[in-house]
T-cell receptor, first 114, second 112 residues
């Protein structure tokens, strides 16, 4: 049973470009969470989605960031017009019920903005 | 914001028990205590969780004080592969959509 998959594992973008990060949850999981980890810091919650719905986006920056989890396919975290401060590790987690007692994390995507 | 306080770092000799403390003095009655760890910038890994009773699984034991204001994660026989950052987190309920608030955790180094 494959775990949470994220791709790409490493992404390099120049300032002003767009970054698209993909997350495939574990089989049977319909709840997805995105977290961001800046260097030397803990993970910060960004957004919680269920299929086709954003449930909680209280941790998302108001501009340039968006997330979706379509009926078919992976969840996408999209960052438009990236800036150097967006450089971080972005982790996706999934669970099989509303929150559930355990969230399973993917390996993360390391975004570097030049 | 994280509602827990942990020491920033600890050392433990290989083969000995590692006891990682966590203070959560403002915990509410419906909040659970969770422990995750992150090995070398990998994705966090679930360890254990509890509400008020002590819990044990194949990885660790969780001891929660009677007033629930603090807890201790115990790794009974630490190995080098247990070197990681350990996060103590409180979260409402076990079946809610609430996110985990990760603090800065405790960096545990297991020494040969």
């Amino acid at each position: 049973n494959a775990g949470v998959m994220q791709n790409p594992r490493h992404l390099v973008r120049r300032r002003g470009q767009e970054a698209r990060l993909r997350c495939s949850p574990m089989k049977g999981h319909s709840h997805v969470y995105w977290y961001r980890q800046l260097p030397e810091e803990g993970l910060k919650f960004m957004v919680y989605l269920q299929k086709e719905n954003i449930i909680d986006e209280s941790g998302m920056p108001k501009e340039r960031f968006s997330a979706e989890f379509p009926k078919e396919g992976p969840s996408i975290l999209r960052i438009q017009q990236v800036v150097r401060g967006d450089s971080a590790a972005y982790f996706c987690a999934s669970s099989n019920s509303a929150g559930g007692y355990e969230q399973f994390f993917g390996p993360g995507t390391r975004l570097t903005v030049l | 914001d994280a509602k827990t306080t942990q020491p920033p770092s600890m050392d433990c000799a290989e083969g000995r028990a590692a006891n990682l403390p966590c203070n959560h003095s403002t915990i509410s009655g419906n909040e659970y205590v969770y422990w995750y760890r992150q090995i070398h910038s990998q994705g966090p890994q679930y360890i254990i969780h509890g509400l008020k009773n002590n819990e044990t699984n194949e990885m660790a034991s969780l001891i929660i004080t009677e007033d629930r204001k603090s807890s201790t994660l115990i790794l009974p026989h630490a190995t080098l592969r247990d070197t990681a950052v350990y996060y103590c987190i409180v979260r409402v309920g076990a079946n809610t959509g609430n996110q985990f608030y990760f603090g800065t955790g405790t960096s545990l180094t297991v020494i040969p």
